[in-house]
């Protein structure tokens, strides 16, 4: 930030600075003041997005000149009174941005600094397009959807039904979630605001007493009730409904505006819908649960994907933001801590050995050992470990592990486990089969029909793989098999699947194969099944199996494995690890690690229980 302004040193702890907006109209001024956070000062934090860091306005610090994004300088604009100063606290202003120690010492704070203010004002941009009637629309989504709750048995229950009753509130003309207006919520999820990283410690860390106020414009919207609906629609499955991504229900008239072309309502419904597991979740969560939580979020110094975080969770290691480091030592270093300080195995479940990069970025990614997470790069991770606050799924590898040791260079991990069986053959992961056209769905229109062939077409192409194109010869316990590895062996919440689910999903595939038959009319009892457990089908398919294609193992058993898994690849068990993960042989004896992967018949432990497998010592490098 080029300023005129010189900053004087923050010497004593806990202190940060404020900001004195002062009253009045024309240019912004302002003072910058040193404060005690402990002598619980009065004042109000602003959480907006910097914009471009070219894109600049000046305005005056104690009458110096100094350069300020526009996003902050419209918001201040916005806050400003006209008749008496506001004391705020402002990230880019607040800090000196052009000192990585005094960056490193004020994010250390800043779960103090967000813990305190009287206000969380989140400031959304000046623009008001497409806001007509958010409020009410807003109140009338809070009408209709099911209350809020963090009862697993109370979700599923719920979950289970609410899609029956919306759609029989539908036929009668009657209010419902499928017919509501959500386009006014939709344009609002559109604000950047929701996809930055930094604003769940703005909004979380605060007593939920402490009001947050949206604004947009002179638009005030209540934080808690948005984050309200974003919370029901992710519970329980009906977000995945209204996105025109359903399978089972029938699309909702107004999801097509809830997609305006593109993902990003989506994306932001669910970054709130995480922003409130966190805030409940919070004293029981480990920065991992926070990673795995966070995925859809950005920011634009590559150390604050982790960084970000670290206010959010007191379990594990105490881990230090440095400016100064390199994004590959940061990467290591957290690895490094959560597998040998911490020996939390669940860090190997988010490693992929090609992770995705978000769409327009550059960056070089880092380089790295193929056990360490690369931090950069979590846009797609959707790991089959369980969150530490719920009750644990698996347990492939049991509940005791050998002490886990790297070298003293931190390139290579030292492990014990059980090498159980050999990658044969892959499907495609649904991801990479060719999206249906309008050509190919006729005589029906409409993106929902070309949703429901690519799931048809990944469903058929998966069983083929998996029974070698024999699935009419197919007996009754090896469809089963293939309908639970479907769902990698789990209910919607990640829970232990009901033996009544893992039918429905034998009644999704038939109804999604026997859709597109002339006069085909689904009974009564399997639509009952479907509109039950659909919802959860959906999330699971398009979620969780959408990246991870099926395959056939050396031995004949079904797995769910990593797009880049081939030949030679080895099914491991690493001991004390909840799933089983796919390694590499390289050349001098050690291995690389591929990723996480379903393997139907040891994820409760069974390798352990087989003495045909012995603990061999697993090298990742």
Request: aromatic share 8%; glycine share 6%; net charge negative.
């Amino acid at each position: 930030m080029i300023s005129n302004y010189a900053y004087e040193e923050l010497v004593e702890p806990h202190h940060t600075r404020l900001l004195v907006l002062l009253a009045g109209t024309g240019d912004l001024h302002f003072t910058l003041h040193a404060t005690n956070l402990n002598d619980n000062p009065e004042y109000e934090t602003i959480s907006y997005c910097w914009g471009d860091a070219k894109d600049t306005r000046t305005v005056y610090c104690h009458q110096a000149p100094i350069q300020i994004t526009t996003g902050l300088a419209t918001a201040l604009e916005q806050l400003r009174l006209p008749d008496r100063d506001r004391t705020l606290w402002a990230d880019a202003v607040c800090i000196n941005q052009d000192d990585n120690s005094e960056k490193g010492a004020q994010v250390k704070l800043m779960s103090l600094i967000y813990s305190k203010p009287s206000r969380i004002l989140i400031w959304l941009g000046a623009d008001k397009t497409g806001l007509e009637g958010v409020k009410e629309s807003i109140a009338g989504a809070l009408e209709l959807l099911p209350v809020e709750t963090f009862d697993q048995d109370e979700l599923r229950i719920t979950s289970q039904r609410i899609f029956k009753e919306a759609a029989a509130l539908s036929k009668e003309k009657k209010p419902n979630f499928n017919d509501h207006n959500w386009g006014p919520i939709n344009n609002l999820f559109c604000r950047p605001w929701f996809g930055r990283r930094w604003i769940i410690q703005e909004v979380v860390m605060a007593e939920v007493t402490v009001p947050r106020v949206m604004m947009c414009g002179d638009i005030e919207i209540s934080w808690a009730d948005l984050s309200s609906v974003a919370l029901r629609l992710g519970s329980y499955g009906i977000l995945t409904h209204l996105s025109g991504f359903s399978i089972i229900h029938p699309n909702a008239p107004t999801s097509a505006s809830f997609l305006k072309n593109n993902t990003l309502p989506i994306r932001s419904t669910i970054n709130c819908f995480m922003i409130m597991l966190i805030r409940h979740f919070r004293p029981k969560a480990t920065l991992i649960d926070c990673l795995t939580a966070t995925v859809g979020f950005r920011c634009k110094d590559p150390r604050d994907h982790l960084y970000s975080l670290l206010s959010l969770s007191d379990i594990g290691a105490t881990l230090e933001p440095d400016y100064d480091i390199s994004v590959e030592q940061m990467c290591k270093n957290f690895a490094v801590t959560t597998l040998v300080t911490d020996q939390n195995l669940k860090i190997l479940s988010l490693v992929k050995s090609s992770p995705p990069r978000w769409l327009g970025d550059e960056t070089p990614p880092p380089i790295l050992p193929s056990w360490a997470l690369d931090l950069t790069a979590l846009a797609t991770v959707n790991p089959l470990i369980s969150y530490t606050i719920r009750t644990q799924l698996f347990h492939a590898g049991g509940s005791d592990h050998p002490l886990v040791r790297v070298s003293e260079d931190k390139s290579l991990l030292y492990l014990k486990g059980r090498i159980v069986d050999k990658f044969k053959a892959k499907a495609r992961a649904m991801v990479d089969i060719p999206f249906p056209t309008e050509k190919e769905v006729k005589p029906f229109v409409g993106f929902s029909y070309r949703i429901k062939m690519w799931v048809r077409n990944w469903l058929q192409e998966s069983r083929d793989t998996a029974l070698h194109g024999k699935w009419s010869n197919a007996t009754a316990e090896q469809k089963h098999t293939f309908y639970r590895t479907v769902i990698c062996g789990m209910g919607g919440m990640r829970d232990p699947v009901s033996e009544e689910m893992i039918s429905a999903v034998g009644d999704y595939m038939e109804y999604l194969d026997q859709f597109w038959v002339e006069g085909y009319v689904l009974t009564e009892e399997n639509r009952d099944l479907l509109l039950t457990h659909g919802g959860n089908i959906d999330a699971l398919v398009t979620s969780i199996s959408g990246q991870l294609p099926f395959c056939t193992t050396e031995g004949g058993r079904m797995a769910r494995v990593q797009r880049e898994a081939q030949p030679g690849d080895l099914f491991c068990v690493i001991l004390g690890a909840e799933v089983p993960h796919l390694i590499r042989p390289t050349i001098d004896g050690k291995y690389k690690l591929i990723g996480e992967c379903y393997f139907d018949g040891i994820m409760q432990g069974e390798a352990l229980l087989d003495p045909m497998y012995k603990d061999v010592d697993i090298v990742l490098e």
